[in-house]
């Protein structure tokens, strides 16, 4: 749980309260008024939040949340708010992250513009073990159906090639 004004709040809680200051410092900015987003926490896999800009809806990843949920509230949140922000303002004519969104980061709430976060990935739930001559390697399913397929994978280290020895089933 985490306190925020001496209040325990729920995880949920704790990025709705966050998106909703990350809204009111962008109307204050931009003397205006966005329309606020809703969230949840559906996100999975190796992104930390997605904007589903057409509708209005952030999902954040919990995995991620859980982690620090310090630094996700003060990282992850704002990188979200700005691509609706800049949705609002720009539509679909500007790059996910280009200057505008760069510039909403900066300005509206003085963080620096970085497009990827620092939390650890979710394991996936299927991967395939492949060993070279000196080390063990973990393929996605994509990669691992690219294999065999015939694409050759070089290991960086010893040069040789990979193989595949087992399938891995990560049941958390
Ligand atoms: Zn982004
Ligand atoms: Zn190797």
């Not at 505008?100 to 990827?116: D, I």
């Not at 390697?137 to 290991?155: D, P, V």
């Amino acid at each position: 749980m985490l306190k925020i004004g001496g209040e325990e709040m729920s995880p949920l809680d704790a990025v709705s309260t966050q998106v909703s200051i990350c809204f009111d410092k962008a109307d204050t900015f931009f003397k205006s008024r966005f329309r606020r987003s809703s969230c949840d926490f559906s996100q999975r896999g190796r992104a930390a939040g997605t904007a589903h800009l057409h509708k209005n809806q952030i999902r954040f990843n919990p995995f991620m949340y859980n982690q620090n949920p310090q630094a996700f509230l003060e990282s992850v949140v704002p990188h979200e708010v700005a691509h609706m922000v800049v949705y609002q303002i720009y539509g679909l004519n500007v790059k996910p992250h280009g200057k505008e969104w760069q510039a909403v980061m900066r300005k509206v709430f003085g963080l620096s513009p970085n497009r990827t976060h620092t939390f650890e990935v979710p394991p996936p739930k299927q991967a395939f073990e492949y060993h070279c001559a000196c080390q063990t390697h973990q393929f996605t399913k994509r990669r691992h159906s690219k294999a065999q397929k015939g694409t050759e994978y070089i290991c960086k280290l010893c040069q040789s090639s990979l193989k595949f020895s087992i399938e891995i089933l990560n049941t958390k």
